[in-house]
């Protein structure tokens, strides 16, 4: 299979196949089971600039709808994260006078509310209603549409020139990046920078974390493939920062062409990424055998727990499970259920595979023998809030383990 990259137009092969997969946040009703949608999720990295994308696309709206189910603020980390995100760049990039920050998908506010409290111009860009309506109940003010160059110039024509423009988990989701890095351009003042961060190939890579592929993530980014696009639409990459968040990720800073030098820290990581070869497909190639190899002692794993009549729950059900259930095959005869404290995916079931989430309520009554840490880039949060389960937690990256 050979698609052409929707960046620079360059050849990109599917070097990575996860099966037929369902949309990683859908969770369906039990009673909207009938005519599930599925598409063959089959990741790809583009020959001329290393992108790795997916090969399908499914449309924005079909997965941005009002009723989203994910909450950015659903952990305590990612709320301290977010916050000191707000307060650095209130102390570094809105300074001047009457600064303007725009958050593209501020979800349900976890950034921008620390920008209303300090009364500085924001806007937040959200499609997703029920999130939107969160984030105005924290004072954010919010433009219910998605991002694209046509809404970055009526912003600008609108509000002026942008100091910041920020995303996290976001940027990635766009299949027109192109048209994103264009709105940039026209958004941003002439000092002004677009920062973004994002899971990091190079994370996704080491630890096997094949599971962050999903419908939502058009994109997973690298170092070098962020420089090469922002390039190739009159910006540059001039800074890049690892951050731990979702099992790590990387920050980058873009700036318009010529407005800023790059830090030593860019020179760095596009060295450490060509070293690991991060910016080649057979990587990804790679990568599918250890996903394989996953896949199979994980079934293996939970198949003789359950023979020798142990009891297995999940713990979280990020958008991740959707992918590691479907992928791997692994139903309610393995799983009986999930538990997840965001109120909108309670009462739902994990799409394609069917495991019901519960409330963690029913886990901490049922007291089962193991549990699949399935949000497991809050595993040290996760663990101390359940510090009483008796059990054995079951891990399965970077492989498969129990604790
Ligand atoms: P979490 C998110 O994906 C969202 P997901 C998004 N798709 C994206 O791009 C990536 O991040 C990068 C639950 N939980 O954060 C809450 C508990 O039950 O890994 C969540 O449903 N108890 C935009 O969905 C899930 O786990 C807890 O104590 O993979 C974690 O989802 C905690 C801390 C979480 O994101
Ligand atoms: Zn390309």
Same mark, same amino acid.
């Given at each position: 299979?050979?698609?052409?990259?929707?960046? &620079?137009?360059? /050849?990109?092969?599917?070097?990575?196949?996860?099966?037929?997969?369902?949309? +990683?946040? @859908?969770?369906?009703?039990?009673?909207?089971?009938?005519?599930?949608?599925?598409?063959?999720?089959?990741?790809?990295?583009? $020959?001329? &600039?290393?992108?790795?994308?997916?090969?399908?696309?499914?449309?924005?709206?079909?997965? =941005?709808?009002?009723?989203?189910?994910?909450? %950015?603020?659903?952990?305590?980390?990612?709320?301290?994260?977010?916050?000191?995100?707000?307060?650095?760049?209130?102390?570094?990039?809105?300074?001047?006078?009457?600064?303007?920050?725009?958050?593209? +998908?501020?979800? $349900?506010?976890?950034? *921008?509310?620390?920008?209303?409290? %300090?009364?500085?111009?924001?806007?937040?860009?959200?499609?997703?209603?029920?999130?939107?309506?969160?984030?105005?109940?924290?004072?954010?003010?919010?433009?219910?549409?998605?991002?694209?160059?046509?809404?970055?110039?009526?912003?600008?024509?609108?509000?002026?020139? %942008? $100091?910041?423009?920020?995303?996290?988990?976001?940027?990635?989701?766009?299949?027109? *990046?192109?048209?994103?890095?264009?709105?940039?351009?026209?958004?941003?003042?002439?000092?002004?920078?677009?920062?973004?961060?994002?899971? =990091?190939?190079?994370?996704?890579? #080491?630890?096997?974390?094949? $599971?962050?592929?999903?419908?939502?993530?058009?994109?997973?980014?690298?170092?070098?493939?962020?420089?090469?696009?922002?390039?190739?639409?009159?910006?540059?990459?001039?800074?890049?920062?690892?951050?731990?968040?979702? +099992?790590?990720?990387?920050?980058?800073? *873009?700036?318009?062409?010529? @407005?800023?030098?790059?830090?030593?820290?860019?020179?760095?990581?596009?060295?450490?990424?060509? %070293?690991?070869?991060?910016?080649?497909?057979?990587?990804?190639?790679?990568?599918?055998?250890?996903?394989?190899?996953?896949?199979?002692?994980?079934?293996?794993?939970?198949?003789?727990?359950?023979?020798?009549?142990?009891?297995? @729950? +999940?713990?979280?059900?990020?958008?991740?499970?959707?992918?590691?259930?479907?992928?791997?095959?692994?139903?309610?005869?393995?799983?009986? =259920?999930? &538990?997840?404290?965001?109120?909108?995916?309670?009462?739902?079931?994990?799409?394609?595979?069917?495991? /019901?989430?519960?409330? /963690?309520?029913?886990?901490?009554?049922?007291? /089962?023998?193991?549990?699949?840490?399935?949000?497991?880039?809050? @595993?040290?949060?996760?663990?101390?809030?359940?510090?009483?389960?008796?059990?054995?937690?079951?891990?399965?990256?970077? #492989?498969?383990?129990? *604790?």
């Amino acid at each position: 299979m050979e698609t052409s990259c929707r960046i &620079c137009s360059g /050849p990109v092969k599917g070097s990575i196949d996860l099966g037929v997969q369902p949309r +990683g946040n @859908a969770f369906p009703k039990p009673d909207q089971l009938a005519g599930e949608f599925f598409y063959p999720l089959i990741v790809g990295m583009c $020959d001329s &600039c290393a992108m790795v994308q997916l090969m399908a696309e499914i449309p924005q709206e079909v997965r =941005y709808h009002d009723e989203y189910p994910y909450r %950015a603020s659903n952990s305590t980390v990612h709320s301290e994260h977010f916050a000191g995100v707000a307060r650095r760049l209130l102390r570094t990039e809105l300074t001047g006078h009457d600064p303007f920050i725009v958050e593209i +998908g501020c979800n $349900d506010g976890v950034m *921008l509310a620390t920008v209303a409290d %300090a009364g500085v111009r924001h806007l937040g860009v959200e499609p997703s209603q029920e999130v939107a309506a969160l984030a105005r109940s924290k004072g954010v003010r919010v433009l219910p549409r998605f991002f694209d160059e046509e809404t970055a110039g009526e912003i600008r024509a609108g509000h002026g020139p %942008a $100091d910041v423009i920020f995303g996290a988990n976001v940027i990635a989701h766009i299949s027109h *990046l192109d048209s994103v890095l264009k709105g940039a351009v026209t958004l941003l003042g002439p000092n002004g920078v677009f920062v973004f961060e994002e899971p =990091y190939l190079g994370a996704v890579v #080491e630890q096997t974390a094949f $599971d962050l592929f999903y419908d939502e993530h058009s994109f997973v980014f690298s170092v070098s493939s962020i420089r090469a696009a922002a390039r190739l639409f009159g910006l540059d990459l001039v800074d890049a920062e690892p951050l731990a968040i979702h +099992g790590g990720s990387m920050r980058y800073t *873009l700036a318009k062409r010529g @407005a800023r030098l790059p830090t030593a820290a860019v020179g760095e990581l596009l060295a450490s990424e060509r %070293a690991r070869r991060l910016d080649r497909p057979a990587t990804l190639v790679e990568l599918n055998r250890r996903a394989e190899r996953v896949r199979d002692e994980l079934t293996a794993l939970l198949t003789s727990l359950r023979a020798d009549g142990k009891r297995v @729950a +999940g713990y979280g059900a990020p958008a991740k499970i959707t992918t590691v259930t479907n992928y791997c095959g692994i139903g309610t005869e393995l799983i009986p =259920y999930v &538990c997840d404290s965001t109120p909108s995916k309670q009462d739902r079931v994990v799409a394609g595979s069917h495991i /019901p989430v519960v409330a /963690p309520s029913v886990f901490r009554e049922d007291r /089962p023998d193991y549990a699949v840490l399935f949000a497991w880039n809050h @595993a040290k949060e996760i663990m101390a809030k359940e510090s009483d389960f008796a059990g054995r937690w079951i891990l399965y990256i970077p #492989e498969v383990h129990i *604790l």
